[in-house]
């Protein structure tokens, strides 16, 4: 069925498409856009009718765009974009950011790096709103649930920009309370007669995280998706396990590394975007600044260690 030409949709009836096509539902569209999922349903409906096309189908996974909604999501991207444009254009007169901008960070990095980084950010530009999401998982940016990410490897698919940002480095830790009161750790294979936390194994995201088979581990007592929850395992003296340099901070005197001279891992940051939004000067200049203010804290909070 090929699109009619009744009535041009308007610029809000493109953005509820949008939110549909991201959210795969109406209610998740709704949330998004603090509207009423019904109301959803009816202007979908109402701009179906006229492009005279069915633009999703519905199953039980979800609102799925149909062959003439993917042709139509396009140009709606473009439409965001020139939009987003122009507002940019429109308010850079004063030389400050202004807007909403969403992160997406493994947790590491959002508990420990970026608080400070884009509350300095947020300081210089006081009309910006800064959101930070932290989760351990890849973030899905074409659906915009963040603006930018920030991962631990370079994404192979998707229209994405990516930027390497900074290495950083990871070491074994235990806290003193916990090696006084279990046997020494001469070698790699004392491992075995201690107590390991670390991820827990099949939820594991990203093949950078993999400690443990680095470690030549077999078992994980205590496993956490999260390193912060890891490291309060650590400090409070439960177990062993491999932790940023760059968290270890004011428990620096209670932690103590174990076997330095045999582990040490590099790993790297990775600022990534959705590729369109390379022509957008704000994100630009937000992304320059988190960038150098990601380097810097890493940089200060490893010196700390």
């Not at 491999?242 to 004011?250: L, Q, R, S, W």
Request: aromatic share 6%.
């Amino acid at each position: 069925m090929q699109m009619g030409v009744k009535m041009d949709p308007h610029w809000d009836d493109l953005k509820i498409f949008l939110a549909v096509a991201r959210t795969e539902s109406l209610s998740g569209a709704g949330r998004k856009l603090k509207i009423d999922p019904a109301t959803v349903g009816r202007r979908i409906a109402r701009l179906e009718e006229a492009l005279g096309a069915p633009l999703f189908a519905k199953s039980p996974q979800g609102y799925a765009p149909t062959d003439a909604g993917q042709r139509l999501l396009a140009h709606a991207e473009r439409a965001e974009q020139a939009m987003d444009g122009a507002i940019e254009e429109l308010a850079g007169s004063s030389g400050q950011l202004s807007g909403q901008i969403r992160i997406g960070a493994p947790d590491g990095c959002a508990n420990f790096i970026l608080p400070q980084v884009c509350a300095e950010i947020s300081g210089q530009n006081p009309e910006l709103d800064i959101q930070i999401i932290a989760l351990p998982r890849v973030f899905n940016l074409s659906k915009r649930e963040a603006d930018i990410a920030i991962g631990v490897s370079q994404p192979t698919a998707g229209r994405l920009s990516v930027q390497k940002i900074t290495d950083y480095s990871l070491s074994l830790f235990a806290a003193r309370p916990y090696l006084r009161s279990h046997p020494p750790i001469e070698t790699l294979d004392d491992l075995k007669n201690h107590k390991i936390v670390g991820y827990i194994p099949d939820m594991i995201f990203d093949k950078e995280l993999d400690y443990q088979s680095e470690l030549g581990v077999e078992r994980v007592h205590l496993a956490s998706n999260s390193a912060s929850v890891q490291m309060g395992w650590i400090r409070q003296g439960h177990g062993l396990g491999i932790v940023h340099d760059f968290a270890i901070g004011p428990g620096a005197r209670r932690m103590v590394r174990v076997l330095p001279d045999q582990v040490r891992l590099t790993r790297s940051f990775y600022l990534i975007r959705h590729q369109d939004d390379r022509r957008l000067e704000r994100m630009n200049r937000f992304s320059d600044a988190l960038m150098t203010g990601i380097k810097n804290e890493v940089l200060r909070l490893q010196s700390d260690a």
